[in-house]
Structures are given as structure tokens and as C-alpha cells.
């Protein structure tokens, strides 16, 4: 969203005139023989080696000199920073000067110890040297220099970068150490990767990569990469780090996790290798006409039954009424709607209760709503003897406070009220017992961006707020199916925004999921990526059904990139997952409508 720029103006001029003031930036001879340039790869020319950015990338052109530089575009909730920790003296001055492209750039140090310094321009079409000094203070020994936009202004360019003034002290020449070499892979399951290397002299701590994209960072020599895919090649690299910055990279090794054995946890494991998840209409009526549970054909393998709905959006009492035969006049009876679930079943088929919809608002405010929905899900389940959940809370049904916003430890009520149900839920009914869920983009991959109300407030609290559920729920989730209609416009891992109509917001949209992300461009809280068998693809059976329909043509396109890296278009996804569990549709009634185009074309792909 637009903020308010800060009152900078003022500050540039006292920087200026500071500056202008010949004691302020004169240095004596002798001491100027003994500066140097502390920062590290201030030219860009080792891509971002030593920088850590909120966003940003570096560019062959346009360049300031040598042959790279910086770009970086902000968002709404990013000033797409980047930030370098150097080592300095006390009592010493410095010069921090770089040059820039772009609208409200800024460079700037923090950590002086004798008052924070900054200079920025406005707009500068061309090339721009920004330049401003400062004295460290009596025990100051690091400071943190930065360059960054504007929220929600255009993208920037920076160069030749420098912090000119002594070394610091016991760092000789200020280096960052060696890059590691022998990098080795270990012990590998379905899910991880153990790493080791050996020590480095004068490294302090060592940062891992996974296919290019920051992991963990580690004290020792050894690291294991956990929430990967199973059977997928990934790629590591380790960095080593001091007061200095951080080294190149080391030399990658590739490893291969294992099949998982047919999917882990969640009850996924009797499911087919590649799975058709739709939705049955079986408490409303609607255009696309009432469908027996007995005539939906058997290329369907999980089968939702939609809805359960609460009888207060915070009561957490949860009821499932089926179609009247007022609305409904070929409803079956409820004996036969049972014998239809057996008989799903025996023909290894899973039945589910599907809670929320568009009008089933639930939150699970207190303790109290959280064991009613307990309690009242069970009778469901007992009730018409079903193998699981599914859970499609939709509008208002979960977001986040303002003070929760880390979604490892989440603290809002609505949040860990519910993920306590379901966890109970889970134990009670033992291994088998199936659990899905179905949020909406707005929930999940737009966390990506922004969540919560962001760390300047005045988001909307509901973005990226099922993350949490989600991370908490991963070893016993069966399936998430987002979604990935009725969406607006969302940022893909390549920084651009993909909307719905073609294979394109499908394949971004999955990548997302089965690579894992940084959640509000925060490179050091990365929501993990999921299975590739626990993720099927939310998709509409027909134009009728919802906005985003896609044909066939565009669905096929869509398995044959992320299933085999073909077919892809623009989007280059991160990796390519045979595993992928499956396409998941609402509904099925609006595929009888359009004379089960999106199951005939599901079973022509998978066979």
C-alpha cells in the first residue's frame, strides 16, 4: 500500500551543508594513507556476496562500471534493502559514497555510535553520486551501511558502493574468509539433506544455500536441510562469514531426496500416486443441478462434501444439513447417502466433510469454540462415517493480529485455536485420518509480499494468515490444494505479477508451494516448501463455476511444466516434481454441467 514518505528533505539539507563545512570532511595526509575501502563486493561484481537484501538482484546493465550492479524494485511493504555489517575503529572517520539510479534512493549507515547518517535523492534519471561522512564513537566497532527505495515508488539501481576509512581493528584487511571447499552431502531421507565441510580459518559462521536461495545459518560445520520434496534434486552451497562480510560461495553438490515411501503422513499414503479432488454440492442448491453421491464417476479419489457450516461464525458449533428435497428433488435419502459413502470407500475412494464455503465464516475465538468445533466435527465424522476434514475458511474466517508476525509461532486466538483442533482431531482419529485444505491465494502465496498487517501496520491482516495453520499442520496434512481462482493478481517467485486465464498463475503459483518462499521478503523466515504429494492444484471445472477457468489445453500445459519441465512458457519454475499429487475442482457438480471436461481431461494426462 502507499505510505507517506518521511520529512527527508530537511535532513538532506543539514547532510548538505554538514558536508559543505571543510573540518567535517577533511582528512589529514597521513590519515588518508592508511584508509582503505572496508565494505565487501561494493561493485556488485560477485552478485550480492556480503550484502543481505530484502529484494533485489544484481543486473549487467545499466552499470556505473565494471560489468554489474544492483536493481531492485520496492513493494508496499518492502523498501527493497540491502544491508552490509563491516568492521570499523572507534573514534575514526569514514566516507560512505555510491552511486545511483532511480526514484528515492538512499545510502546511509546505522550503528556510528554518534548518530545514525543518511543521504538520498529524489530522482535521479541518470547515474547520481550520493556521498556523506561520519565519526564512529568511542567504542564503536561494526556499523551496518544500507541503500534502499521507497515503499511503492519504482526500482533503483546502485554501484560502487564504498566506506572508506581505517581497517578495522584485527581484521588486517577487512576480508571476509575464504570460500568453504569439500562440501559434501551425507545422510538423505525424503525430506532432508545432511551437509558437512570443512572449517575455515577465521570463519565465525557459515550460511547454507539451497538452489541459490538462503537456508540456514550455522556456527559449526554441519547442517541438515530439512522440508524439502520428496525425489528432487537440489543443489547447496555454503558461505563463510566474519565482522568482515561473507565469501563467495562454495562449489555446489546436487543431492537427490527419497521417494518417501508413497507420502508420508497425513492418511495420504493409500491415496493414488496422482489424485482428482472435487467438491459435491450436498447442503445447497445451485444452477449446475443436484448430484447423487453414488452416480459421481470413479475417477474421483477424494470427494468433499460441501458444507459444513457453523451456527455462529464464533461458536465453533459446526452442523451438516444436507439438500432439502424442496431445493434438491433427486436428493437421495440419508440411508442411501450413507451406503454411497461405503461404497466409495470399499472402492478405495475417500469421503470428507468440507468446513466454511463462501458463507460458512469460522472463528475459533476461545477455548471454548475450539472444542465445540472439536466436538461437533467428530459427531460429523461418526455421524455419516467419513474419512477426514477438509478445511476452506474463506473471507474473514482467519487474519492475524497486529503484534503476530512470525508465522513459526503464531499467537493470534483464531490462528492457534485451530490449529490445537485440528491436531486433536488428527490424534483422535489416528494415522488414516485425511486432512485438506483449500485457502485461498490471498492467504498463502500473497504472503509472499505482506503479512499480517506488516511491520508498518495498515495491511490487511488476513494476508498470508493460513501460513501458520499450514506450518504447523505439514507432517499431518494430506493435501493443500489452494485455490487459484477468484484471485487477484500475485507476485510469483520471479518478482512479477501473475494473473489468473492461463497455465502461467498455475505453474507460479505451485512453484511457490514446492520451493518454499520468504515470507514478506524476509530472507531469514522462509515458510518451507510442501511435498510434492501433498499439493494439488485448485482449479474450476467450467466458466460457470468460478472466475479463472482455463481449458484443457492450459490445464495439460500447466502438469507438463511442473510434472516435466515442458511446455513451461515464461515462467522457469524451480525444480520439476513427477510426484505431484494431483488437480482438485469445484466442483463436481459444475463438471456434470460441462460434461465432465475436467475429469475426462485429468484421466487422458494421468490415464
Not at 510434492?532 to 482449479?539: K, R
Amino acid at each position: 500500500m502507499d505510505r507517506a514518505r518521511p520529512p527527508r528533505p530537511l535532513l538532506a539539507l543539514l547532510t548538505a551543508v554538514a558536508l559543505a563545512v571543510p573540518g567535517v570532511t577533511a582528512l589529514s595526509s597521513a590519515a588518508r594513507a592508511a584508509d582503505a575501502d572496508v565494505l565487501t563486493n561494493g561493485g556488485f561484481e560477485s552478485g550480492l556476496t556480503g550484502w543481505t537484501c530484502t529484494a533485489g538482484t544484481t543486473v549487467d546493465s545499466p552499470v556505473h562500471s565494471g560489468s554489474s550492479a544492483l536493481q531492485a524494485t520496492p513493494a508496499g511493504s518492502d523498501d527493497a534493502q540491502c544491508t552490509q555489517t563491516v568492521t570499523v575503529q572507534p573514534n575514526a572517520t569514514y566516507t560512505l559514497s555510491g552511486y545511483v539510479r532511480g526514484s528515492y534512493v538512499y545510502l546511509g549507515a546505522t550503528g556510528t555510535g554518534t548518530g545514525d547518517v543518511s543521504t538520498w535523492t529524489q530522482s535521479a534519471p541518470d547515474w547520481q553520486q550520493l556521498s556523506t561522512t561520519f565519526t564512529t564513537g568511542a567504542t564503536t566497532t561494526k556499523v551496518t551501511v544500507y541503500t534502499h527505495g521507497w515503499y511503492g515508488t519504482g526500482g533503483y539501481d546502485a554501484d560502487d558502493i564504498s566506506l572508506v576509512g581505517p581497517g578495522g581493528s584485527g581484521t588486517g584487511t577487512g576480508q571476509p574468509p575464504a570460500a568453504p571447499a569439500g562440501l559434501t552431502a551425507g545422510s538423505v531421507t525424503a525430506s532432508s539433506v545432511a551437509l558437512s565441510w570443512p572449517a575455515v580459518t577465521g570463519a565465525t559462521s557459515y550460511t547454507v544455500y539451497r538452489d541459490g536461495v538462503k537456508s540456514q545459518t550455522v556456527t559449526g560445520t554441519s547442517a541438515t536441510v530439512t522440508g524439502l520434496s520428496a525425489a528432487t534434486a537440489y543443489s547447496f552451497q555454503v558461505t563463510a562469514s566474519n565482522d568482515a562480510g561473507e565469501s563467495a560461495k562454495s562449489a555446489a553438490v546436487t543431492a537427490t531426496t527419497g521417494t518417501g515411501g508413497g507420502g508420508g503422513g497425513g492418511g495420504s499414503a493409500d491415496l493414488p500416486t496422482h489424485a482428482l479432488v472435487g467438491y459435491l454440492h450436498s447442503s445447497f442448491a445451485n444452477g449446475s443441478g443436484y448430484t447423487r453421491l453414488a452416480d459421481v464417476p470413479d475417477s474421483w479419489d477424494v470427494i468433499d462434501l460441501a458444507f459444513g457450516e457453523p451456527t455462529s461464525p464464533t461458536s465453533g458449533d459446526v452442523h451438516f444439513t444436507r439438500c432439502p428435497v424442496t431445493d434438491c428433488p433427486n436428493a437421495e435419502s440419508d440411508a442411501d447417502f450413507k451406503a454411497a459413502i461405503k461404497a466409495k470407500q470399499a472402492a478405495g475412494k475417500k469421503v470428507l466433510i468440507s468446513i466454511g464455503g463462501q458463507n460458512g465464516q469460522v472463528q475459533l475465538t476461545t477455548t471454548a469454540a475450539r472444542d465445540a468445533f472439536v466436538s461437533s466435527v467428530s459427531n460429523i465424522i461418526d455421524t455419516w462415517g467419513l474419512d477426514g476434514l477438509d478445511i476452506d475458511f474463506e473471507g474473514h474466517s482467519l487474519s492475524l493480529d497486529t503484534n503476530d508476525t512470525d508465522f513459526k509461532n503464531p499467537t493470534t486466538p483464531v490462528i492457534v485455536n485451530l490449529i490445537s483442533a485440528l491436531k486433536t482431531l488428527k490424534a483422535k482419529y489416528g494415522p488414516a485420518f485425511v486432512l485438506t485444505m483449500a485457502p485461498e491465494t490471498f492467504f498463502v502465496q500473497n504472503g509472499y509480499q505482506y503479512y499480517g498487517t506488516g511491520k508498518w501496520g495498515g495491511q490487511d491482516p488476513r494476508c498470508g494468515a493460513y501460513l501458520p495453520v499450514i506450518h504447523a499442520l505439514r507432517d499431518d496434512l494430506t493435501l493443500l490444494h489452494v485455490q487459484d481462482y477468484n484471485s487477484g493478481p500475485i507476485m510469483g517467485l520471479d518478482n512479477q505479477y501473475h494473473s489468473m486465464g492461463g497455465a502461467d498463475f498455475h505453474i507460479a503459483m505451485t512453484d511457490m508451494l514446492l520451493t518454499g518462499f520468504p515470507v514478506a521478503g524476509d530472507p531469514n523466515n522462509v515458510f518451507p516448501p510442501l511435498r510434492p504429494d501433498q499439493v494439488a492444484i485448485g482449479m474450476p471445472a467450467s466458466t460457470e463455476a468460478g472466475n479463472g477457468y482455463v481449458a484443457p489445453a492450459e490445464v495439460t500445459k500447466t502438469l507438463d511444466c511442473l510434472t516435466k519441465k515442458t511446455n513451461c512458457g515464461s515462467y522457469q519454475t524451480h525444480g520439476t516434481w513427477p510426484a505431484l499429487r494431483g488437480l482438485m475442482t469445484w466442483s463436481v457438480n459444475w463438471d456434470r454441467y460441462a460434461n465432465w471436461e475436467f475429469q475426462k481431461n485429468f484421466d487422458a494426462y494421468f490415464g
